[in-house]
């Protein structure tokens, strides 16, 4: 068995990226990762006891073995991290019953009114929220940062005894006592294996959160309610969880550090194989870790429903994480919220931007302030002008990452002792950062509005502006939803032949708790414990589903359209009409997938059959191996369509028992599509169909992906899976999305 290298670095972003790093100690030892498959023994003990043997075969003793391991995984699979050379990794990858080596990899972390959005309005329940009884003791897991046990959120008042599945621990630590664990917080763990002492010292040594992305998207996911939560009064509202009858289990994989956030593949793993053993039922993951898909894997296959972010690098294509066919990838998206900020210039003439601008009590009401333009308020454009006590005009037309330009305009007129920046900018997702402003306005405009204000300077000797506190308005005369302009696109890079992202949730300006408090955060780890939540309150109410048939129902019945009616568009340069790699099956619907009437399931162990070591995608080996798009996944996607293709679907009826589906094609431009047969019909003996799809390219042209879909419908339901087809008549091609 070879040992598997890791790949280059993909990004630098802050929060977008990941980067690898190997955990040293004591000259040349690494931190490696073994997979051995599945566990042989259900005693635990001798799984572990397995590894040390295996080891010490390559270590020379029993004792160094043990000294050496990190992590062993023996609940839900078999491996174990330990301290290698090279030379012994090499070896311990050539044993027969050895799948993979890898070195460890470090990795980058990725609500007031989002659940009313997307139609779980607390104060007039939909029937999802009654029936689920607001998913009433399903274990949610969340793998993360921690949590802070005593913000309101995670309060346990009226709730039940803890759910009997549950066989998890309450592991204490520096802050951390047997209170803080409680009738809604049921488990905690963490792992600080391989930490050096810089990180020990930033951090607490329990499950307790100092970063706090942890304390955020577990309260998204299922905090309890909490009334009159706003941020200075923005967004003010009840702050819950999607599903706030829920249980939550936490697993702090996620360490601060001087640069960010210490996230390592083997912390997540054993997170992993202890929440198989604790008995959750959904694992919610806001973090980049691709090499960990076996572990996904295995959890899958225990019956419990994994969700990923899809990662914060877009609008760009192929920039997507977590693509396993097993796992629930998210997109983000925005809701019908607005936070409008007026400009007022010296001529009356009033402009609005966005910010979360605020005045505290105590402070003056807004005045004019003297004009300047910045530029693009680098320090270069910048040098020679006078910013003291003034507002600077900014212009950034260039596209480049949003959050780091923020940063740096706001930085350098700081420091010049500016009272306030206008940054013009192709977007407007970044509206969090403008609350660490340190109490001068900052407000964000486009790139229109922006040469308006320029406009206005250029024509006025002494240009004057002033800018009022921010507003937050909710609606129809929003806008939404859109695909936000961070949210990672597809196609997938590992498996194209699996079309992703899965879903889109609402990730953009979501409030939600930090300590003990309540602040906005936007990405694509604040969509995917809406996902989560959502998937929590499917699952009370059909327990007997598998995660197959949750993902499908989230899929299939995800709306296209937005408020309006009109097709959903998707932030990008320039904004167009979003397809599946923006967003998948569409914009979450919970209600709907409440109901959805058909399902496309699969047997967990069929994944295994799609996937082999030689060819270094995920670490499960088979003999034979087929294109994945022969998956029963709800969705269809074929990267290289030369000669007509035919693939298989099979739906189960969840719905009324006498059914009756008619088919819709809407083919992807090109290509023919035709479906045998085109009407389903249902009854008490006839539960399941399969059906084929048989796929046909038009053109002979090496050409771009087109987009279609495939609708089962009737007077009830309506069940649409997503088509990404390219056609090609060459092995090379450049174009992807």
Known sequence: MALHLPSQRLSACLLICFSFMMIRADGSRKLYIAYLGDKKHDDHTLVTASHHEMLSTILGSKEEAI???????????????????????????????????????????????????????????????????????????????????????????????????????CQLGEAWGGTNCSRKIIGARYYA??????????????????????????????????????????????????????????????????????????AVLAAMDDAIHDGVDILSLSIVADDDSFGALHAVQNGITVVYAGGNSGPRSQVLFNTAPWVITVAASKIDRSFPTTITLGNKQTLIGQSLYYMLKNESNSRFHTLVN????????????????????????????VIQIFEDAFANVHSGGASGLILALYTTDVLASTEQCQGIPCVLIDIDIGFQVLTY?????????????????????????????????????????????????????????????????????????????????????????????????????????????????????????ADPFDYGGGNINPNGAADPGLIYDIDPREYNKFFECQIKKYEICNITTKPAYHLNLPSISIPELRHPTMVERTVTNVGKVDAVYRSDIQAPLGVKIRVEPATLAFNATKKVHTFKVSIKPLWKVQGDYTFGSLTWYNEQHTVRIPIAVRITIQDFYADVA
């Open 457 to 577: 300077i250029g024509s006025q000797r002494s240009p004057i502006a002033k800018i009022e506190p921010t507003s937050s308005i909710i609606g129809q005369q929003v806008l939404a939803p859109k695909v936000a302009m961070f949210s990672s696109r597809g196609p997938s890079i590992k498996y194209p032949t699996i079309l992703k992202p899965d879903i889109a949730a609402p990730g953009v300006n979501i409030l939600a708790a930090t300590k003990d408090a309540y602040v906005f955060n936007s990405g694509t780890s604040m969509a995917t414990p809406h996902v989560a939540g959502v998937v929590a309150l499917i699952k009370a109410l059909h327990p007997q589903w598998s995660h197959a048939a949750l993902k499908s129902a989230i899929v299939t019945s995800a709306s296209t359209k937005d408020e309006h009616g009109t097709p959903i568009l998707a932030e990008a340069l320039p904004r167009k009409v």
């Open 374 to 401: 910045g530029g693009n308020c680098s320090r270069e454009a910048l040098n020679g002008t006078n910013v003291k006590g003034k507002i600077v005009l900014c212009i950034e037309i260039t596209f480049g990452p």
């Open 67 to 169: 000294d050496s391991v990190a992590y062993s995984y023996k609940h839900g699979f078999s491996g174990f991290a330990a301290m290698l050379t090279e030379d012994q990794a090499e070896k311990l990858a050539e044993l027969p019953e050895v799948i993979s080596v890898t070195p460890n990899q470090k990795h980058e972390l990725m609500t007031t009114r989002s659940w009313d959005f997307i139609g779980l309005n607390y104060q007039q329940p939909s029937e999802l929220l009654q029936r689920s009884n607001y998913g009433e003791d399903i274990i949610i897991g969340i793998i993360d940062t921690g949590i802070w046990p005593e913000s309101r959120s995670f309060s346990d008042h009226g709730y039940g005894v803890i759910p009997p599945q549950w066989k998890g621990v």
């Open 193 to 266: 294996a391989g930490l050096d002492k810089a990180k020990l010292k930033l951090n607490y040594m329990s499950a307790r959160d100092m970063n706090g992305h942890g304390t955020h998207t577990a309260s998204t996911a299922a905090g309890s309610v909490v009334e009159g939560v706003s941020l200075h009064g923005l967004g003010e509202g009840v702050a819950r969880g999607g599903a706030p009858g829920a249980r939550l289990a936490v697993y702090k994989v996620g360490w601060e550090e001087e640069n960010g956030v210490y996230l390592a593949t083997a």
